[in-house]
């Protein structure tokens, strides 16, 4: 060592990135396909994906530099939602989508419910919102086609509290360090002493 002092490790910090198409969420790719780590900001500090999207889905990927931070938010057991704006090719019913309302097994792999909304019908299309909390590989892709769906376009668009709303593709922002607290129950910063009113003594 150089005889200087170890500082702090830095606080947990998350930030929201539009995951723009043609992207892997990977650092390197055995394909040499366009990462995602190699399109962010050159002013980020290292930074690991929080789950995943794959290169045919865009929408919100939610970064941190803490890996304990990373692999809790990725629990099945955190209970976070993920909510996704899907476009299916076809003319979905309510019928169709209800076995994945109550879950499904395809390739010997179980699905938990999925919460479905079919929204409109868009010539041969059609957007359907779905929000699940595993996130498994492929999940929603799998799912549709089991139904006779093929997903022709996936949105992510919230994952927890965190939402994409009108960030841009390729934009990255940074979460608020007292929301980060809140909402991975971190205690907050050392609060200021409340100053005691003197108490003045009767005549």
């Known amino acids: 060592m150089n005889g200087k002092p170890v500082g702090e490790p830095d606080p947990p910090r998350i930030w929201l990135y539009h995951k723009p198409l043609g992207l892997v ?13 190699a399109a962010l900001p ?27 931070v990373k692999r809790r938010l990725e629990l099945p057991a955190t209970g976070w939602v993920r909510k996704y704006r899907v476009r299916v090719k076809g003319i979905p019913t309510e019928a169709m989508l209800d076995p994945l309302r109550k879950g499904i097994t395809t390739d010997g792999e179980r699905f938990q419910p999925m919460v479905i909304t079919l929204d409109r019908q868009q010539g041969s299309n ?22 006779g ?6 949105i992510r668009t919230s994952y927890g509290p965190f939402q994409l709303r009108d960030l ?24 200021q002493a409340p100053k ?7 005549r």
């Open 168 to 191: 841009k593709p390729g934009v990255v922002e940074e979460v608020k360090q007292r929301v980060v607290k809140d909402q991975l129950g971190l205690p907050p910063s050392e609060p």
């Open 126 to 147: 059609a957007w359907i919102t779905v929000a699940i909390r595993e996130g498994k590989n492929r999940e929603i892709r799998r799912a549709m086609d089991y139904i």
């Open 25 to 37: 969420t990977s650092e390197r790719d055995e394909k040499d396909r366009p990462t995602v780590f």
């Open 196 to 202: 005691r009113k003197p108490v003045r003594k009767r």
């Open 42 to 68: 050159d002013d980020l500090p290292r930074v690991m994906s929080i789950g995943r999207l794959d290169i045919n889905s865009e929408g919100l990927l939610l970064l941190t530099n803490d890996g304990g």
């Open 149 to 154: 769906l093929p997903v022709n376009r996936l």
